[in-house]
């Protein structure tokens, strides 16, 4: 069983930055790719951004991509999304997620995780 936490969430204007992180215990943390999803009200739950175990390789929604970082340190159990020039548009639940195999790339379906974090608020003003 994997437990996921999630910090860094709050309300922050437009053009403005935060950052999350998850901290992740039960398993092999360098062993599994991570990804961080949104949702936002009346919305589906959507891609952000994903990392390889290593963290060689990174995925990013067209949305977000160069606006969000993600990072990781395996020593750490913790997988990050720093997030700078705000939208109110990026307001949203966000949630890191956990693959559901190790060894594998890093995937924008949810479908190839498992294991969810309880989601943590962001809210851009305009």
């Known amino acids: 069983q994997v437990q996921l936490v999630e910090s860094g969430g709050g309300l922050v204007q437009a053009g403005g930055s935060l950052r999350l992180s998850c901290v992740a215990s039960g398993r092999t943390f360098s062993s599994y790719a991570m990804g961080w999803f949104r949702q936002a009200p009346g919305k589906e739950r959507d891609f952000v951004a994903a990392?390889?175990?290593?963290?060689?390789?990174?995925d990013y929604a067209d949305s977000v991509k160069g606006r969000f970082t993600i990072s990781r340190d395996n020593a750490k159990n913790t997988v990050s999304l720093q997030m700078n020039s705000l939208k109110p548009e990026d307001t949203a639940v966000y949630y890191c997620?956990?693959?559901?195999?190790?060894?594998?790339?890093?995937?924008?379906?949810?479908?190839?995780?498992?294991?969810w974090g309880q989601g943590t608020q962001v809210t851009v003003s305009s």
């Open positions: 997620a956990f693959s559901n195999k190790p060894y594998q790339r890093p995937s924008r379906s949810e479908s190839e995780y498992n294991y």
């Open positions: 990392i390889s175990r290593s963290g060689v390789l990174t």
